[in-house]
């Protein structure tokens, strides 16, 4: 039995559910919720990341996946040296990666622009200045930039992964 190929898939695809599963909750469903609740939205979103640390959890589980996924795709190719990167299953799966770390990345700015909205919040008091409002609508369009393109990387990624396996010609 192979026991690190078998635990490795375990936390790669355990903490790939969670991660992607919370971005596409995010995406759909809580981020329109946060805007249509008014006043009420930033202190739903700040229980969201100070008490549930919804940030560090997902940026735990972004990391486990993409550090297992890594390290899958280091055996299968035979440290990076083998035909296996250049067959057709190979390619499957590194276009996969390929999208999961693109994923991974703007998960970082994600997760900055949420600290930035954060502390932001935290300084208007009462009515917001129009710099403080200009540059809360801003970091607002980045996050939902960054977010939709976080999503539509992964939901890329998951397909290549679910399909890679079957590549054979
Ligand atoms: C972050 C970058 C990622 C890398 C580098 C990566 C790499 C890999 C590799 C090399 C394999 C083959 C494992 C094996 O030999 O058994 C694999 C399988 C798999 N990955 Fe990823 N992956 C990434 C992201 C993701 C994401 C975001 C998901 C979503 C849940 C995911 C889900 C899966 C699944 C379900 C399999 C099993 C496929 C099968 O057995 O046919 N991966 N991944």
């Known amino acids: 039995m192979d026991y690190l190929h078998i635990v490795l898939r375990i936390v790669h695809i355990g903490a790939g559910v969670f991660?992607?599963?919370?971005?596409?909750?995010?995406?759909?469903?809580i981020a329109p919720t946060v805007g249509a609740l008014?006043?009420?939205g930033p202190k739903f979103m700040a229980h969201l990341v100070k008490n549930l640390k919804f940030t560090t959890r997902m940026s735990?589980?972004?990391?486990?996946?993409a550090l297992a996924g890594a390290w899958l795709y280091w055996i299968d190719s035979?440290?990076?040296?083998?035909?296996?990167?250049?067959?057709?299953?190979?390619?499957?799966?590194g276009i996969g990666s390929f999208f999961g770390a693109v994923g991974f990345v703007f998960g970082i700015l994600i997760g900055r622009t949420t600290n930035a909205l954060m502390k932001l919040g935290e300084q208007m008091q009462g009515k917001p200045s129009p710099e403080q409002l200009t540059r809360?609508?801003?970091?607002?369009?980045?996050?939902?930039f960054y977010s939709r393109t976080t999503a539509i990387s992964l939901i890329i990624s998951v397909v290549f992964m679910a399909m890679a396996r079957f590549f054979v010609l």
């Open 60 to 65: 735990i589980a972004a990391g486990l996946t």
């Open 78 to 93: 035979g440290g990076f040296q083998s035909a296996w990167m250049m067959s057709s299953v190979g390619t499957g799966f």
């Open 136 to 144: 809360f609508q801003t970091l607002q369009k980045k996050q939902a």
């Open 19 to 29: 991660w992607v599963g919370g971005v596409l909750m995010t995406v759909v469903f």
């Open 38 to 40: 008014g006043d009420a």
